[in-house]
């Protein structure tokens, strides 16, 4: 893996920056009595005032695909080893490979499942661990 991943996956700095315009904005959304939103418009300014962290998950998805068909836990080792657990930058991009990679799977004949979030078990989709070799897979490539 990369040794800069965390500085590729977050590129670019915070966008919405209010300290590059002096106009005069509403502090807070406006609430009527009852707690319900007021109207419209200021829910806009509230929204444009927000800033919020770039992320690009591009180049962790290529690094996954490039290690399809090897050991998980060599490949978890090589992130381990990439992202320092001490900086939110590493921390980030380790959370975000646990997300992009199902490793709780189980076998239901020959299909492979995992748990979903609203319900019950669903297929396996996108990349995830072999619940019998411990291989990296992506979902349609058995091996």
Known sequence: MRRDIAKVTHERPK?????????????RVAVDAEGEQADEASNHIRRRRQKTRNQNSGPLKHFLAC?????????????CATADPRSTLGVDVRERVRCLVE???????????????????VRVRGFYVHPRSGLLLRAGEEQ
């Open 15 to 27: 966008s919405g920056r209010t300290w590059a315009c002096k106009t005069p904005r509403a502090a």
């Open 67 to 79: 290690r399809v068909g090897r050991p998980w836990d060599r490949v978890w080792s090589e992130v």
């Open 103 to 121: 490793t709780d799977c189980w076998l239901e004949g020959r299909a492979v499942m995992c748990h979903s979030c609203l319900g019950p078990p």
